[in-house]
């Protein structure tokens, strides 16, 4: 009976990894377009031929790599993700905990109030922003965009903590207290290692909000501390495109946040599968 | 601040937990937070309030604003386009957001074992999320072209019609959500995914054993158990689908006419085509009050911290 | 106690938030007085930031900057963007009382828009080191975009106006030639007239070799130069300024003649015309053998039209001045004009680099890597014109020029225009209903502006 349980279920995994895998081919289609057409000619790319060996060149990476502008945004792109991811997971943590171990009056409306005030488009905030960093003199530097990352990219860590917080077993807080531990102690003793999958999932989601983040960067930044949306957006020009730069561009920018999250993958697993969090 | 601490219902934990708060404010965890909200966030929410109060047009200097009250929010009122944009803004959440949800929570219940280049698939699936929004959408727009986009390309392959996607308003609509789907559905798949690993495998197999069929599974444990991460990749969603502009502005420009001209669109238009910055502030608050009234009825009544505790951290 | 806490909180931001409001107001006395001495005394080394639109022309002019940082001692930081954001960061950016830019190129539409904060050309100082430009360099008729209401705010830069391209390789076609006279009686060429265009590219578009026309429906702005082009060339205008107010004069039978004939060309264009942008276009001419016959091209663009890396189509091109219509011929003008912010510091240097850019060696230089200055002289100059054939056609381009309505209020006329075009060409709206509408919520943003 057991036997015959763990064959079905093998068969079903199998099953469920081919369909899988044929979801992700579908899934992936579009990506995959960008990064064969990084290594097309814009000819051949426009007149939609075939695929076919010969056409693969290397000239729109070349091209990509000899933009200083664009090297340069790309490095700034990669301190201001880093950075505000940084402080916003610390900082956004912190909160989390704050709203979900305490308890105080307000505690729903703060924690609802980060949520509405991340919910008004960009748009809207952005000249304020923009007459704000100047007035202070932080507009085109690598800080005053960070901190305008961070703005958003908080509450988004708080409320994608505040269910891995609410999900620790109180049982810990109670084992860790008469242990003897102050706020501080469990916080960062008992929550930050058996939440750690969401930290993961936090981290790299503000990572990719302030990589792919486009608005803020357009009317923040100029010359110093533009950043790399901005550059590839001008590959897309107003008036002729340049898919095969746009492609080899974007192809480069997906790749180390790809590698971000398979290093995270891996720590993901490992949190979860160290268990002390449930459903 | 102690006076104002509500007395916990919870069963289990309340002694210790009362006695930890006596121990401590939240005060020193919250502030950072609050500080760089409040300094990036919040300020220019309320100049956006004081500017959405003026006839501010944004280019021509310090001499020609006027204070025109209520004049703003009246004139939008009137502005059939402003409805425009927000019947489809809603509807684009109403659509979207449902079929990302049903997609990411298949998949993570599909995924949610261990095989053989799984944890490839997982990765690489998360790919679309991580595709810049500008790029996304330019590839779109370039595949629903016809004659030479790959999506007709395999519409004509299968024997049926080529579509101008772009061309139609029902179609250029559908193009854009279907392009929101595509990027963001991986988005709620792996935040449902790291819910669903938290899930003890040996509750599962208990179930599966006591011969629990899957539909009896899914509704009676996994659900209820997942519920906190549901409402949090909602919420999360809800909140970008919002502020969306940029990959709908590369692949249609809100058009054909205004078919797909969301709130963020038309926000950008009436701020930078119209130079109307106190119409656009008004837009803004406007949302923002949606926003807020949205919070306290809806969201606060069915899906309160309190609530959640109960569902989540409870059992 | 709390809640006390709270209102005094939210009554300090709102404090906060008006004391930055009103800075914008006291500013304003300031700036005047800082231009002056920042003028009498250039230093050795100065550093302007220069905003602009990203294509091959300002690319090209990038190339050759430190040449002009060698003679003047004046460092160029140069920011380019895409034409929207151009505009979006000029709005930001430039405002009475500072300014980020010392240099900003404005898309001749916007002129009116920000003309209250850009220094008038009169007042530009003499250059030390290249002439001020010389008004008369420039065909009258691009140098006016640059002006506003009797001022000119801005040096016309590029000359970016309709020019007409066709597929040479089809019209040269013997058999095409012979099967087309035999059909309509004339010769199959470059079409001079709109019946000519319509003529052949019912011919090519009927006997599947190629489409009839490639529309332009990206975006507001370009709809509306369609709709001027088409307006123009069945001899109405749409908006005029007449007795010292703008007024929209569009000869409603005229109109509905234009949009119907425009109707007509969408129906021998490719699918999807109705959304075709700059990107569906260069596809269908430049990347598709059975693309589009016959269209207009913004010369900012040709290069791509000829390179082999980007065009299949490149050496097979025949340009001329665009067709005529019934009642007049038009090539509606897109160019950008270099401005100072009157708030900048740095109105010497700024100038100077200005000149530099509009001075004969440089243009002349320009027109060598295959971009196209407003300068005359540099387009016409036969040592050029004789290996670049798109040259004379600009020539003659600029005969007839025609520019879009320009006000503050323009960007929403083009959204009325750009909704009701679309309507009419696709037929979801009857074309008169389409021109009525049009007029009628013209005229109401019109009243409502104060004209």
Known sequence: MILTLSRRKKIITAAIAVFAFAILALELYPIFITLLNGFRRDIVILSGQDFNLKQLTLRSYEMVMANKGFIKALFNSMLVALLSTGVSVGVGSMAAYGISRFRFRGRNALAYSFLVFRMLPQMSLVVALYLMFRGIGIRDTIFGITLAHSSFNVPYVIWMLIPFFVAVDKAYEEAAMVDGCNRWMIFRLVFLPLAAPGLVVAAVFAFINSWNEFLYALILTGVNARTAPIAISSMIGGDTLTWGQMCAASTVMLTPVFIFTLAMQKFLIRGVSAGGVKG | MKSSRRQATKPSGVVALQRAGGRGSPVPFLLPALLIVFAVLIFPILFSFVVSLFDWPLSAGGGERSFVGLGNYSELFRDPGFWNSLLLQLGFIFIAIPLELVLGLGAALLLNREFRGGRVIRALMLLPVFFLPVVSGMTWRFMLQPRYGALNNLLVNIGLPEITWLANAGTAYAAIIMQDIWRMWPFVFMLLYAGLAGIPTELLEAAEIDGANFSKRLFKIILPLLYPTILTALLLRIIDALRIFSEVYVMTEGGPGMATTLFSLYTHRIAFGHMKVGLSSAMAIFLLIISIVFAITLVRKNMSLEQLEERGGGQ | ?451
């Not at chain 3, 963007?81 to 405002?95: C, E, F, R, S």
């Not at chain 3, 220094?119 to 420039?138: H, L, Q, R």
């Not at chain 3, 014109?385 to 020539?395: C, F, I, V």
């Open chain 3, 1 to 451: 106690m709390k809640s006390k806490i709270s209102v005094f909180l939210i009554v300090l931001l709102l404090a906060m938030s008006m004391t930055v409001f009103a800075n914008g107001d006291k500013e304003t006395a300031a700036p005047a007085a800082d231009a002056a001495p920042a003028a009498a005394q250039p230093g050795p080394a100065r550093t302007i930031n220069v905003l602009l639109w990203d294509d091959p022309y300002p690319k090209a002019l990038q190339a050759m900057l430190p040449e002009f940082t060698a003679a003047t001692g004046i460092t160029v930081n140069i920011e380019m963007l895409q034409p929207p954001q151009v505009l979006t960061k000029t709005a930001v950016a430039v405002t009475a009382t500072s300014t980020d830019y010392d240099v900003v190129g404005i898309d001749e539409g916007n002129v009116p828009v920000f003309a209250s904060l850009l220094e008038p050309f009169n007042n530009w100082p003499a250059g030390k080191f290249y002439p001020k430009t010389d008004p008369n360099s420039v065909t009258p008729k691009m140098y006016s975009i640059g002006t506003w209401n009797g001022v000119q705010l801005g040096i016309p830069i590029n000359g970016n106006l309709y020019v007409w391209m066709t597929r040479k390789d089809l019209i040269e076609n013997p058999q095409y030639k012979q099967q087309f006279k035999a059909k309509y009686g004339y010769d199959l060429g470059i079409p001079k007239t709109f019946q000519e265009l319509l003529d052949m590219g019912t011919f090519f578009h009927t006997n599947g070799i190629a489409s009839g026309f490639g529309p332009f429906n990206g975006g507001p702005a370009g709809v509306l130069s369609e709709a001027v082009f088409m307006w123009e060339s069945f001899g109405t205008k749409f908006i005029d300024y007449v007795d010292g107010t703008f007024k929209v004069v569009l000869n409603e039978d005229r109109a509905v003649e234009g949009i119907e004939f425009y109707k007509k060309l969408m129906a021998i264009s490719p699918a999807g015309a109705e959304t075709m942008a700059h990107v569906e276009r260069q596809a269908a001419f430049a990347a598709d053998p059975k693309g589009v016959f016959s269209m207009f091209i913004w010369p900012a663009q040709i290069a791509a039209y000829e390179n082999p890396d980007t065009s299949m189509v490149a050496g097979k091109i025949a340009y001329s001045a665009p067709p005529a219509g019934p009642r007049g011929q038009a090539a509606v003008t897109g160019a950008w004009a270099l401005a100072i912010p009157s708030a900048s510091k740095n109105k010497d240097a700024a100038a100077e680099f200005i000149y530099w850019w509009s001075s004969k060696s440089v243009a002349d230089r320009l027109v060598q890597a295959n971009t196209i200055p407003a300068r005359t002289e540099s387009l016409t100059n036969p040592a050029f014109t004789a290996s670049k054939p798109q040259l004379p056609a600009l020539a003659a381009s600029m005969q007839v020029a025609a520019s879009r309505p320009r006000f503050k209020e323009i960007g929403q006329v083009q959204d009325v225009v750009k909704n009701y075009w679309i309507k009419g060409i696709t037929g979801a709206m009857p074309t008169r209903d389409a021109i009525r509408a049009i007029v009628k919520e013209t005229n109401e943003i019109l009243q409502k502006a104060g004209y």
